[in-house]
């Protein structure tokens, strides 16, 4: 009986003691009863690595061009369905420009949401992407190819307009400033890039020209070209194959003659998808597929698809 006795004080004293070691190591560990916030710190973490990847994607663009003292060029392509136009545009481009000594990379800003062309938004978009890595930019349609050798790409003093009217095969008029557009980074923030309103085919250039006039800019086009219209561009446009959104829907036609001082850069709402890395034929291109949003109270003409049929088949007779 003793024995017993014996054993269990034994068994009660080696049972405070383990209760106080354990009630000292609670006092002392950090522990709060605040409850985790988890999902802040997933996304910080996500975020740090977004960042950190997004440094070592720049840095093997930037290693991978033979800059020198040269400025950067970022050409910036507003893209849709146009996969056979840029598999010749990207290899045709780089032999072009490495030829001239011109350190660039291809930007393919691809429009993937359901809403109408905005080719203006595009090339915002485009804009803000590349900004802070590159020093110009050259505002590139995809079925334009330049041919005479005579045509520089490099770095601008003012707006340089590559595809000037005696020299684009289809535009002509003393204003046109589309095809190719070569600017430097503090022109387009300074004119606060493009008018975003442009749902569907035309006037965005139009447009951009008033505002680089209004911001007192010197449009520049190339000199002493011995080509014309004829041969120094090749157009890869099928008007057939590529039919043209022409179609003006609710008060479209009134409102994109208007000259636009409230959209740009500054009201660019969209959504970078994915980024992809493209090789043809050996040249490296940046898809990035992007979503643009739409206010249907400013710019209800981004979708016709709800206007009723008889107001369609009157939009279409007024053009």
Not at 91 to 111: A, D, S
Not at 165 to 192: A, M, Q, R, T, W
Request: aromatic letters at 10%; one cysteine or more.
């Amino acid at each position: 009986m003793s024995l017993l006795r014996s054993n269990a004080m034994k068994f009660l004293s080696i049972c405070i003691i383990i209760s106080l070691i354990l009630t000292f190591i609670i006092s002392v560990l950090p522990i709060s009863l605040e409850p985790c916030n988890c999902e802040s710190y997933i996304e910080s973490h996500n975020s740090i690595h977004n960042d950190v990847q997004n440094k070592k994607y720049y840095n093997s663009i930037i290693n991978s061009l033979n800059i020198g003292n040269k400025k950067k060029l970022a050409i910036v392509v507003p893209f849709r369905d146009r996969f056979d136009e840029l598999l010749e545009f990207a290899p045709h481009m780089n032999k072009f420009l490495t030829e001239q000594g011109v350190p660039h990379h291809i930007f393919i800003v691809n429009q993937i949401d359901r809403f109408r062309f905005n080719r203006a938004a595009l090339i915002n978009v485009g804009f803000l992407f590349v900004k802070d890595h590159f020093d110009y930019i050259a505002m590139h349609d995809v079925d334009l190819l330049p041919i005479n050798k005579d045509l520089k790409y490099e770095y601008p003093e003012s707006p340089l307009h590559i595809a000037a009217p005696g020299l684009h095969p289809k535009y002509h008029y003393p204003s046109f400033i589309g095809g190719i557009l070569l600017l430097k980074n503090d022109h387009f923030e300074l004119v606060n890039g493009m008018s975003t309103k442009y749902w569907g085919w035309g006037l965005e250039d139009d447009e951009f020209y008033v505002r680089l006039k209004d911001a007192g800019l010197e449009i520049i086009r190339p000199q002493n070209i011995k080509t014309n219209m004829t041969n120094t561009f090749v157009h890869n446009h099928d008007r057939l194959h590529r039919r043209r959104d022409t179609l003006k829907c609710y008060n479209q036609k009134e409102e994109t003659r208007k000259r636009d001082r409230k959209t740009g850069l500054n009201t660019m709402k969209y959504n970078i998808n994915a980024r992809k890395e493209l090789d043809i034929d050996g040249v490296r291109v940046t898809v990035l597929n992007v979503k643009l949003e739409c206010d249907k109270n400013l710019t209800p003409w981004c979708d016709c698809t709800e206007m009723p049929k008889e107001s369609k088949l009157k939009s279409k007779g007024r053009r």
